[in-house]
């Protein structure tokens, strides 16, 4: 089967010749499609892949329908926002991702960003400490339990919330439960979003949420820039000046947000919660040995449009 890796952020190359190997080894033609520019290369670059490995690459349903011979989509990561479900299900397209395989960078991003903050960006003002604050994990999912893992070892105390969770789940996981997200906001100094973009969660995090939190709190954004109300998020960032947004997926009025609020808002040039060479090999070796159980098996333990 020819398996077009399509990756507009590429992997470490360990990771290449990690999915090289499992796959050719399987019997598989391993196809590179790495940094491209427009979304219309991928459109024509699919035309006769069999299986796709991609990572945020948009397989909207223009891909789908240029991609004839398609039988599997792996997302090498958690979250599948950025493929066409209802299109790849139509057309009889397993659509898999590979959970937890990252989790690890993005949680360790999570903890840096949320210091970066305390400490003014690294510039030598006067910063704050995170010991002994309480952090907010916002779904306790894969990378929330391993942020709040993290935190609790740097002295922090760590409440969470999820609503596919039992209170006792959470506890398990050693966080203090919370059930209503703006007790979860009014009751710690930061806040950890990891909840994926869905039409539920879309804009769900605004102006109410955010001025609900307590003097000097930052909220930390490592999931999807979707899920917070932007308009939201500048007027709430306006009227109290002591709060702080931090984000790996940058919002669409950055540039506004940054000449008004300077030091206290900062986002990434693009994405890297999980572009670490560990994360690059978890995610990638996972998304390989997926499409060859399938193709060998028929394995379908990770498809995500049952
Ligand atoms: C994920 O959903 O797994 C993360 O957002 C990582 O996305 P990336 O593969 O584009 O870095």
Redesign the pocket.
Known sequence: MKVLLATQ?PFAAKAVSGIREILEAAGHELVLFEKYAEQSELVAAVADAEALII??DKVTAEVIAAATKLKIVVR????YDNVDLEAATKAGVVVMNTPGQ?SNA?AELAIAMMIFMCRNQFTPATGTEIEGRTIGIQAFGNVGRLVGAKAKALGMNVKAIDPFLTAEQIAAGGAEPVTDLKELYAGCDFVSVHIPATPQTIGSIGYELITSMPKGAVLVNTARKEVIDEAGLEKALEERPDLKYVTDVMPDNYAVLQEKFGLRVFATPK?M???TAEANVN?GLAAARQIAAFFATGERKFQVNK
């Open positions: 952020k990572r945020s090498a990561g958690a979250g990252n993005v994405k919660g999980a572009q995610a």
